[in-house]
């Protein structure tokens, strides 16, 4: 049992590679350390741009429901009804912290851990591995690392990078994919 457990380890160490950020995409709005508190303020929840791979349902396809990361549960419900927004404020060059408004009231508020790096990009640490039932045995692992900067007009750009895969008993390895990208959300105020 110990070496199917090792095995398993070994595995997880290896696949968090796998939802790296390609080089080649340009940081549109390259942040400094000093330069942090520019993403202070208030943004649309649902985005502006995105690319061909997000086309979903509205209540998907948002900002709140990215930060917050439930893999086998959907536990924030969303009224399509009413208005939703998030406000940011860098508290320092490590972490930052979102309000959730619906309707301009406040109804959670997080504070989510960080790392700046010298690509100009503010990297988010919001349980960025995750598990869906016994990874490997019976489930998968999936690891989703995200970033945030600013477009040229000031909006928010939002990256991400998804690895999931899998398997059944240690035999069946299921669909392993890794999938990128980006979201901008308007800035308000």
Known sequence: MGSKILKIIILVLLVQSCATFQKDVTNPGFLTESSLDKLNGKYEATNI??????????????????IDRKLLKDTLKLDTLKRYHFELK????????????????VFRERTLKGKFKKDGYFYLKNKNTGFLLIPYLFGAIDIKRTRITLSTNENLIFDASNHRSGAALLFVFLDGRTWKYRDEYKKLK
């Open 49 to 66: 741009n995105f690319d061909s791979i997000k086309k979903k349902r509205w209540e998907h396809n948002n900002f709140l429901r990215e």
């Open 90 to 105: 860098c508290l320092n060059h490590k972490s930052i912290k979102i309000s959730y408004l619906e309707n301009d009231k």
